[in-house]
């Protein structure tokens, strides 16, 4: 195993210890149990985002922690769900007097200690709602998941909906806005190669030098199916046409184009797949309006792309482009 | 050969071309010959700033064309200088009439054909002057470079002297603060894994699952030495002392640490090196007051990281701040 890190034990707290230096200005970590906030959390008056999952995503979730975005950041050992306590505190230290909305990723260790840690929470007087994003194509029932994973469209979610929260909406239009985003964003993954995590030590699964696996979840969990190495192009179709249809996204609809590397796969290669997407869904009619291209929700070294598309209306479109200050997005500040 | 790719001959034109849809609102491809200018260029009354080198370096240049950086970027095929010609028709495009600033990274490829661009244009009476970087204290000559190579440091410059530039500056000044910047900034680089250059279709060089190579450059070069693996903290050791000691870098003074993913290495891991550098700096006395962290110069899939630490001096911190707006780097708009 060839990796940056001192031992799987210590890589997580390491590496947000790092984070946190390197953005001072705008986060501040939290230990035992390990949680980021904003450096200016809690924001009175305003509802506060908490986030979380595994580590190995990153900047999911830790670097999308910042004013626009999320209040707080769980992250749990790599590929690992983050304890209740973990949301609990987040929750508390976060909360500014107007709600906390929980943004879930559809995973079955994520989603029971979300809600176990908003149970807290409420029994402590904090209102707390949570949406579960759910918006992987791929399969229906996964390993660690019932029903649809959530993938790319949480990123979306987060800068969304972090933009209405700064906004001053309240905790019900956050959350109903959080959920319309969901209902809105489709997503599907491919893997070229497999990637390893700390603890394991060797590959999550095997794929052959001649292969790929489509519809591959965060974790390495199976797709939908594996078949011979194709072009970009092909891939490109392989991913979008799913998405498209699921939907479905149709001529004349405005969507937000979010071509993702799963962390292994290089700029270069990106840009080829988010070039065929954008061709093929202007000559659908379907009109690309906004985009979001690079590394943002990872699954560690792993080598291969996901496509997500969120259909925008007016007022998610200007959530979009409202100011984020975040380590991993910024704009508008 | 595992890669999102079409083709070896077409990944360069394709990967551009998904750029310029990406950040059409940013920035404008020009093919035949290739290069990349502003989408405003040219900016009148302004100096212009042209950089290039091979592809496979993402988001180097491509990626730093826009306000406040680079008017224009030339990228070559995958590892290969850009041919004169494109530097050329680059820095006639992007000539707003106060002159154009070649940064050029020191690889003897990139030397040779800026120079020739640098005379075909002085022929037409435009005023070029060049800013060769060469900040790698690694090794003294190498594969393609007399010299010290041009690496990180490469990045700082073209965005201080693009905001330089955007502030007025005249070409004599950008120029001699491109100098500065350069004389400066140091940096060192290792890695894990090697990378595969498309046209080549295979690693380019051998490491051993147990060992890395320390003082790597940015296509693969040999570096100073080949060793078993070690822990993130070591690695960080190893390369942070002879970057402190070359300029040397003293207590007292401020400076900026740029982290640098290869490709491969996630941020997870680079955030434990950032931690590791930014501790043994302060503990110096050298006193971090402003970061970089992500893969801003990249060698494809390679796994590893450098380091390039900058002196700062007043000016150089404003201009690091002042607003960018490229499809990598954006802030402060």
Same mark, same amino acid.
């Given at each position: /195993? =060839?990796?940056?890190?001192?031992?799987?034990?210590?890589?997580?707290?390491?590496?947000?210890?790092?984070?946190?230096?390197?953005?001072?200005?705008?986060? =501040?970590?939290?230990?035992?149990?390990?949680?980021?906030?904003?450096?200016?959390?809690?924001?009175?008056?305003?509802?506060?985002?908490?986030? #979380?999952?595994?580590?190995?995503?990153?900047? /999911?979730?830790?670097?999308?922690?910042?004013?626009?975005?999320? %209040?707080?950041?769980?992250?749990?050992?790599?590929?690992?769900?983050?304890?209740?306590?973990?949301?609990?505190?987040?929750?508390?230290?976060?909360?500014? #007097? =107007?709600?906390?909305?929980?943004?879930?990723?559809?995973?079955?260790?994520?989603?029971? $200690?979300?809600?176990?840690?908003?149970?807290?929470?409420?029994?402590?007087?904090?209102?707390?709602?949570?949406?579960?994003?759910?918006?992987?194509?791929?399969?229906?029932?996964?390993?660690?998941?019932?029903?649809?994973?959530?993938?790319?469209?949480?990123?979306?979610?987060?800068?969304?909906?972090?933009?209405?929260?700064?906004?001053?909406?309240?905790?019900?239009?956050?959350?109903?806005?959080?959920?319309?985003? $969901?209902? $809105?964003?489709?997503?599907?993954? /491919?893997?070229?190669?497999?990637?390893?995590?700390?603890?394991?030590?060797?590959?999550?699964?095997?794929?052959?030098?001649?292969?790929?696996?489509?519809?591959?979840?965060?974790?390495?969990?199976?797709?939908?199916?594996?078949?011979?190495?194709?072009?970009?192009?092909?891939?490109?179709?392989?991913?979008?046409?799913?998405?498209?249809? %699921?939907?479905?996204?149709?001529?004349?609809?405005?969507?937000?184009?979010?071509?993702?590397?799963?962390?292994?796969?290089?700029?270069?290669?990106?840009?080829?797949?988010?070039?065929?997407?954008?061709?093929?869904?202007?000559?659908?009619?379907?009109?690309?309006?906004?985009?979001?291209?690079?590394?943002?929700?990872?699954?560690?070294?792993?080598?291969?792309?996901?496509?997500?598309?969120?259909?925008?209306? %007016?007022?998610?479109?200007?959530?979009?482009?409202?100011?984020?200050?975040?380590?991993?997005?910024?704009?508008?500040?």
């Amino acid at each position: /195993m =060839k990796k940056l890190i001192n031992s799987p034990e210590n890589v997580v707290l390491e590496s947000i210890t790092g984070l946190g230096a390197a953005f001072s200005e705008l986060i =501040k970590i939290h230990t035992n149990p390990n949680y980021i906030t904003r450096a200016d959390a809690p924001v009175e008056n305003k509802v506060a985002l908490v986030s #979380g999952g595994g580590s190995g995503h990153e900047p /999911m979730h830790g670097g999308f922690v910042g004013r626009g975005m999320l %209040d707080a950041a769980c992250p749990g050992a790599v590929f690992t769900s983050p304890t209740p306590d973990q949301m609990f505190e987040a929750t508390k230290a976060v909360n500014g #007097g =107007k709600g906390v909305l929980h943004i879930v990723k559809n995973y079955t260790g994520d989603v029971l $200690n979300f809600e176990m840690a908003a149970d807290l929470a409420r029994a402590e007087g904090i209102e707390v709602e949570a949406v579960v994003i759910d918006d992987d194509v791929a399969v229906k029932d996964s390993l660690w998941t019932a029903g649809r994973r959530g993938v790319g469209t949480t990123v979306l979610a987060e800068k969304i909906c972090g933009a209405a929260a700064e906004a001053g909406h309240s905790l019900k239009e956050v959350a109903a806005l959080c959920q319309n985003v $969901n209902k $809105n964003g489709r997503s599907m993954g /491919m893997a070229l190669t497999s990637c390893i995590v700390p603890h394991a030590g060797k590959p999550t699964f095997d794929l052959p030098e001649d292969e790929m696996e489509i519809g591959i979840g965060i974790h390495g969990e199976p797709g939908r199916t594996r078949t011979k190495l194709k072009s970009a192009d092909e891939i490109t179709e392989v991913l979008l046409q799913p998405i498209v249809e %699921d939907l479905p996204y149709k001529s004349g609809d405005e969507v937000l184009l979010f071509v993702n590397s799963m962390g292994g796969t290089p700029l270069l290669e990106l840009f080829v797949v988010y070039g065929k997407a954008h061709e093929i869904l202007t000559r659908q009619g379907i009109k690309v309006t906004r985009s979001l291209v690079g590394p943002y929700i990872t699954s560690l070294e792993m080598a291969g792309a996901s496509i997500t598309l969120l259909k925008l209306d %007016d007022e998610m479109t200007k959530l979009w482009d409202a100011p984020v200050l975040t380590p991993a997005l910024r704009w508008g500040v």
